[in-house]
């Protein structure tokens, strides 16, 4: 299983961050970094190289571009950061079903604050959708890391 290889892996970075930072809080930083990492470079390719920067049109419906490439790389890093996050952040079994609604309400959550947050920055703003999105992904992150802590992931008697 490629569990273990990851955990030693990342377990073999942290002896320089052990004395301010818990092992949980390393795993997810690392974890949760390359997952953002993995969302932003979807992001990019799929607004830059896949839709051009044009919106998207579907029918009648028109997605704008930015909106249309988060949604792209939320679909892959959405079940790529649950795995993360269940198998070797927080290491627990059972209970999935529960864990899974709850990081898919953190993602819901996140994703309608990432919607407003890209068509403040880049809609009305008129900043570059690569780097307003990497600024969101930040926000985000603090906001999961502290329910996923907190809620999700945390341990019940």
Excluded: C
């Amino acid at each position: 299983m490629l569990k273990n290889p990851l955990i030693k892996l990342i377990d073999f970075f942290y002896p320089p961050f052990s004395k301010f930072l818990p092992i949980k809080t390393f795993r997810y930083g690392v974890t949760g970094g390359s997952n953002a990492l993995l969302n932003l470079t979807i992001f990019y390719l799929s607004y830059n190289f896949i839709l051009f920067g044009q919106d998207l049109k579907i029918g009648s419906l028109t997605i704008t571009s930015y909106i249309a490439a988060d949604l792209m790389a939320l679909s892959v890093s959405f079940p790529v950061g649950f795995m993360l996050n269940k198998y070797l952040v927080f290491q627990q079994h059972g209970r999935g079903v529960q864990q899974l609604i709850l990081y898919g309400v953190v993602t819901v959550s996140s994703l309608l604050m990432n919607y407003g947050l890209l068509h403040l920055l880049v809609g009305y703003w008129g900043l570059w959708a690569t780097p307003s999105q990497a600024f969101i992904i930040v926000l985000m992150s603090a906001f999961s890391y502290f329910f996923q802590s907190y809620v999700t992931f945390r341990e019940r008697a």
